[in-house]
């Protein structure tokens, strides 16, 4: 089964660091461009990170600076560091891949940062 499958949400104060984790089963990731996307409340879904097969990564400019893609292959793990962690970063974190012309999403995990 091809599923993506996201951990590591969780509550924290603004300027504390999180890091997510995107499993990948069943596709080899280090073969796609993965992304993060998060969805605020109340507004859509935003593309804000990408890692391509190559191994270059590109990120929204709100985020730049403060969050880091990397990607174990060894493991099909793909990650996303957050640092210096504001309040509007409260949202929905999902990881994406296009594979075989369809999205794949996982489930998403919750991210709260308090001021």
């Known amino acids: 089964q091809v599923q993506l499958v996201e951990s590591g949400g969780g509550s924290v104060q603004a300027g504390g660091s999180l890091q997510l984790s995107c499993s990948a089963s069943?596709?080899?990731?280090?073969?796609?461009?993965m992304h993060w996307y998060r969805q605020r409340p109340d507004s859509q879904r935003e593309l804000f990170a990408n890692?391509?097969?190559?191994?270059?990564?590109n990120y929204l400019d709100s985020v730049k600076g403060r969050f880091t893609v990397s990607r174990d292959n060894a493991k099909n793990v793909m990650y996303l560091q957050m640092n210096s962690l504001k309040p509007e970063d409260t949202a929905v974190y999902y990881c994406?891949?296009?594979?075989?012309?369809?999205?794949?999403w996982g489930q998403g995990t919750q991210v709260t940062v308090s001021s």
């Open positions: 890692i391509f097969s190559d191994g270059a990564t």
């Open positions: 069943g596709i080899n990731i280090s073969h796609y461009t």
């Open positions: 994406n891949t296009v594979y075989i012309s369809r999205d794949l």
